[in-house]
C-alpha cells in the first residue's frame, strides 16, 4: 500500500542539479512534479475502486515524462519499489487502461473489467480497440457477442479463445512470412525493427515498430 511521502523523503536542492547517467540535467519542477504525483497516488489508494483513472493518469505521467528519474531511480520498476507506490503488475494494469479507455468508459464499467477489455483488444487478430469492442462487440466464427453486457471474468474467458492457436490459413501464413522477410530485412540494415501483421477492412496492413533514432534511417533519410 503506497505511504505518504514527508518533507523528510523529498530530494534535496542537490538531487535536482544532478545527473542520471547520460541525462540531462534534472530540473527542480521535475522534482516537485514527480513527488506530487506520487502523493496524488497515496491519496487515491484508499478508494482505488473508485479511483483508480487518476491513479493510472499519475503513473502515466510519471512514465512518459520519465519523472522518476528527477528521483534518482534509473527505472520506473525501481521508482515503483523503492518508494512503495504501487506493485508493478497493478500499476502496469492501470497504465493499459489509462492509455485504452477514456475515463467516462473506463468508470463505467470499473478497473478490472476495463483491463480485461484491452487484454482481448490487445488478443483480437483485427485492429479493435477497448473502445470499439465496448460500443460493438466482438464475432467470433458466426457468433456475435455484446461485450458491454460481459462480466470480467467472462471476457477474461473471451480473451483466452481469441489467443488459442487456429490452423492458419494459406493467406495467413503469406502474410506472416512477408513480415518475417521485411523484418530480417530491416534488421541487416542495423534497424532494430519488429514487423506484424493485420487483417483489416479487406487488406493486409503491416504495423512496423522501430525506435525513434532509427526512424529516419527506416524511410530512407539521413
Same mark, same amino acid.
Not at 502496469?92 to 487484454?119: F, I, S
Not at 471476457?155 to 506472416?176: D, M, Y
Given at each position: 500500500?503506497?505511504?505518504?511521502?514527508?518533507?523528510?523523503?523529498?530530494?534535496?536542492?542537490?538531487?535536482?542539479?544532478?545527473?542520471?547517467?547520460?541525462?540531462?540535467?534534472?530540473?527542480?519542477?521535475?522534482?516537485?512534479?514527480?513527488?506530487?504525483?506520487?502523493?496524488?497516488?497515496?491519496?487515491?489508494?484508499?478508494?482505488?475502486?473508485?479511483?483508480?483513472?487518476?491513479?493510472?493518469?499519475?503513473?502515466?505521467?510519471?512514465?512518459?515524462?520519465?519523472?522518476?528519474?528527477?528521483?534518482?531511480?534509473?527505472?520506473?520498476?525501481?521508482?515503483?519499489?523503492?518508494?512503495?507506490?504501487?506493485?508493478?503488475?497493478?500499476?502496469?494494469?492501470? $497504465?493499459?487502461?489509462?492509455?485504452?479507455? !477514456? &475515463? @467516462?468508459? #473506463?468508470?463505467? =464499467?470499473?478497473?478490472?473489467?476495463?483491463? %480485461?477489455?484491452?487484454?482481448?483488444?490487445?488478443?483480437?487478430?483485427?485492429?479493435?480497440?477497448?473502445?470499439?469492442?465496448?460500443?460493438?462487440?466482438?464475432?467470433?466464427?458466426?457468433?456475435?457477442?455484446?461485450?458491454?453486457?460481459?462480466?470480467?471474468?467472462?471476457?477474461?474467458? $473471451?480473451?483466452?479463445?481469441?489467443?488459442? !492457436? &487456429? @490452423?492458419? #490459413?494459406?493467406? =495467413?501464413?503469406?502474410?506472416?512470412?512477408? %513480415?518475417?522477410?521485411?523484418?530480417?530485412?530491416?534488421?541487416?540494415?542495423?534497424?532494430?525493427?519488429?514487423?506484424?501483421?493485420?487483417?483489416?477492412?479487406?487488406?493486409?496492413?503491416?504495423?512496423?515498430?522501430?525506435?525513434?533514432?532509427?526512424?529516419?534511417?527506416?524511410?530512407?533519410?539521413?
Amino acid at each position: 500500500m503506497p505511504k505518504k511521502n514527508g518533507s523528510a523523503t523529498r530530494p534535496s536542492a542537490i538531487m535536482a542539479r544532478t545527473k542520471i547517467g547520460n541525462a540531462k540535467p534534472i530540473s527542480g519542477a521535475s522534482v516537485r512534479r514527480a513527488e506530487d504525483l506520487i502523493e496524488t497516488i497515496a491519496r487515491h489508494f484508499p478508494r482505488i475502486r473508485e479511483e483508480f483513472y487518476d491513479i493510472g493518469m499519475a503513473l502515466r505521467e510519471l512514465m512518459d515524462k520519465e519523472l522518476y528519474r528527477a528521483l534518482g531511480y534509473a527505472s520506473f520498476e525501481e521508482m515503483l519499489a523503492k518508494r512503495n507506490v504501487l506493485g508493478k503488475t497493478q500499476a502496469y494494469k492501470l $497504465l493499459a487502461v489509462v492509455r485504452n479507455l !477514456p &475515463r @467516462k468508459e #473506463a468508470l463505467g =464499467v470499473g478497473q478490472e473489467k476495463a483491463y %480485461a477489455l484491452t487484454a482481448l483488444a490487445k488478443a483480437t487478430p483485427s485492429m479493435d480497440t477497448a473502445c470499439a469492442l465496448l460500443s460493438k462487440g466482438i464475432t467470433l466464427g458466426t457468433k456475435a457477442k455484446d461485450v458491454s453486457k460481459l462480466s470480467r471474468r467472462e471476457i477474461e474467458a $473471451l480473451t483466452k479463445e481469441v489467443r488459442r !492457436p &487456429r @490452423k492458419q #490459413a494459406p493467406e =495467413v501464413k503469406a502474410a506472416s512470412q512477408t %513480415a518475417k522477410v521485411a523484418q530480417s530485412a530491416l534488421r541487416a540494415r542495423k534497424i532494430k525493427a519488429t514487423v506484424e501483421t493485420k487483417r483489416q477492412e479487406g487488406h493486409w496492413w503491416a504495423i512496423v515498430r522501430v525506435p525513434l533514432e532509427n526512424l529516419t534511417a527506416l524511410i530512407g533519410e539521413g
